[in-house]
């Protein structure tokens, strides 16, 4: 049985993507403000915006992949697929600013359904993805438990698989010896 690796892309191609993406919205950003600070009206509503924290119009890294994650979470993204969810964007967070509460507590919530979805994975016998997907919660949680318990049956379906794969050859070859 040969089986394709699959590579994760590293974290740091994701974040210097991610950087790109931020760029360019900050320039597009930048031109609107900067075309509508010429009227009054909007000067008035620049000035009337928080300045503190992450606020939905703020254009930095940290806000953009937050939202990123929120629309993730949103479209049932959680850890899945590889480089457009809501984990992996969390933990892109952590990257910039390992101190992020919204990061943090996003990713201690949904962890538990992050499990459940690599338990499913596992039992649709999708062995690869589920492999990723523990190697994902493991860089946010390398001692739990649950992800030893979800390694271990995921070994446990890899041998099941083996065997069901050899006794279908070992029938295949049978029936092509007895003709």
Not at 6 to 29: D, E, M, Q, S, Y
């Amino acid at each position: 049985m040969i089986v394709a690796s699959k590579r994760p892309l590293p974290r740091a191609l994701l974040a210097g993507g991610l950087l790109f993406v931020a760029a360019v919205i900050g320039g597009v950003a930048w031109r609107r403000h900067h075309a509508a600070a010429t009227t009054d009206t909007s000067s008035a509503t620049t000035a009337q915006a928080p300045s503190s924290g992450a606020s939905d119009n703020d254009d930095s890294p940290t806000a953009i992949l937050l939202g990123l994650a929120r629309t993730s979470i949103r479209e049932n993204r959680l850890i899945a697929p590889q480089g457009n969810n809501a984990f992996e964007y969390y933990m892109s967070v952590l990257d910039l600013d390992k101190t992020n509460a919204t990061a943090q507590e996003a990713l201690r919530e949904s962890f538990p359904q992050a499990s459940d979805q690599i338990d499913r994975a596992i039992l649709d016998k999708d062995l690869d993805e589920a492999q990723r997907e523990i190697t994902l919660l493991r860089e946010y949680d390398p001692d739990n438990y649950v992800l030893l318990i979800l390694g271990a049956k995921l070994d446990a379906q890899r041998k099941l698989v083996t065997a069901e794969d050899e006794a279908r050859a070992l029938a295949i070859r049978q029936a092509a010896a007895g003709k």
